[in-house]
Each structure stands twice: as C-alpha cells, then as structure tokens.
C-alpha cells in the first residue's frame, strides 16, 4: 500500500499490527523520499529545468507505489461527483474507468505538486524539505484511521484498518509531524512558524475528505486513504514554497 519496496512480510496481521503499520508508514516510504531528495539535487546540479524534476519526482512517487494512490484520488473525485446516492457513488468508486472529474482532480494535484517540488528544488536545502515533506504526508494515515472513522463498507481495505488507531496516538503522531515540519523548514530558512502552519493546513484538508467521505460513502474506502495523502502532500508543498 505504501511502496513496491519489498520487505518481509509479518507473521499475522491483526489491529495492533495493522496499527503500529499505519504509524510507521511516514518511516516506510524513506526509501522513496530520498530517491526523491537525491533526483532534485542531483537534477538540480546537472542544470535540468526545475519543473522537469518537479513532474519527474511526482512520478517518482506514483511508480513507487504502483500509482496507488493517484488511483484513489482519481476514484474518489469521480465519486462524489457522480451521485448522491451512497450505493452509486461506491459502485463508480470501483470501476476501474476515469471520469472528467478524476481527470480534472488529478491535473491539478499533480500539477501542484509538481510545480511545487520544482520551487523548492532551487532552494539550497529544498532537496531535504522535499523528501521530509513526502514522509510527513503519509503521517495523514494515523488520522484516516483513527478511531470513531468508520469504513464505508465491508469487506474491504478499509474494513481491516478503519478506527484501529486511538485518538491518543493520532495525536501524538501528528504532533511528531508537525515537530519534524517545523525544524526542517526553519531550517531551510524559513520562519519557525512556518512548520506548524503545514501541518495545520494539511491536517484541515484530510478532515475535510473525511468528513466528505463520512457523509457521502458512510465510512473511507482505500481510495480515500489514497487521496488524502495525495491532497495531503499538495497542501504540505504549497505552504513549503513560502520559504
């Protein structure tokens, strides 16, 4: 769900294991950070555009992890935009097709964000901000499933992971987050503020899918999980690029 880095795989998953991943999931995805990180500076020295490593590092991202979560993205824009029905909206959400409105979705996050890691990869320690930014993202996890979230249906990805996480540790997580957001980008130069404001806006844009997910599909579906951390990621560039 996280990366095609291949790992050992636990004995048994049950909810304390299946939690404990979804904490760590901002440590899982390093491997792929740096292969980010270490593309933009090295880019960046070779004297290629700054956006074509931008929309080279959005790429980087989509392969490793087998487009997972641009594909929940792009199921759960069509989603809400197909019906008010619950039934429908969880019957397009399936279909491996791609509306307009997956479409549009995507154009604008991905561009987002690619033209955002081009802005910070022209900053001296952008490589790093880019590479903890991507981390920091996948922190949305401990939120998406965090208890009182329902999942929308059963069986399903969502049905193993949906409030497995105490509100205790959802916390405690997002206060790491924002801890690390903080130090990394004061000291890219910017203000000791800054870090905090990430982490709220990104935390208010995850809230907002899933109270939108909550309302119209019951409960989050592993394409939500997908698109959080995609929504996530954009809003965590754009208030990087004010460094």
């Known amino acids: 769900m996280l990366t095609v880095v291949p790992s050992r795989p636990p004995s048994k998953v049950d909810r304390p294991v299946a939690a404990a991943a979804m904490l760590v999931a901002p440590l899982v995805v390093i491997p792929l950070a740096l292969a980010v990180g270490l593309a933009g500076w090295g880019g960046r020295e070779a004297g290629v555009s700054p956006l074509v490593l ?42 491996s097709t791609s509306g307009p409105a997956a479409i549009a979705m995507l154009i604008v996050t991905l561009g987002i964000q690619a033209s955002a890691f081009a802005s910070l990869f022209t900053i001296d320690r952008g490589p790093v901000v880019a590479a903890v930014l991507v981390c920091a993202s996948r922190a949305v996890l401990s939120v998406t499933c965090a208890t009182g979230v329902p999942p929308a249906s059963e069986p399903g990805l969502a049905a193993d992971y949906a409030g497995i996480i105490s509100r205790r540790w959802t916390a405690l997580s ?27 806006v990104a935390l208010g844009v995850v809230a907002l899918v899933l109270h939108r997910a909550v309302q119209r599909f019951g409960g989050v579906t592993g394409d939500v999980f997908g698109a959080t951390i995609e929504l996530a990621l954009a809003a965590l560039l754009i208030v990087a690029t004010i460094i």
């Open 174 to 200: 997002w206060l790491v987050t924002a801890g690390a957001l903080t130090g990394v980008l004061a000291w890219a130069g910017g203000t000791w503020w800054l870090g905090l404001v990430a982490a709220v």
């Open 54 to 95: 931008g929309f080279g590092a959005v790429g980087l991202l989509a392969l490793g992890n087998r487009s997972f979560h641009v594909d929940g993205l792009a199921d759960v824009a069509d989603a809400l935009t197909a019906s008010y029905d619950r039934e429908r909206s969880l019957e397009v959400m399936v279909d």
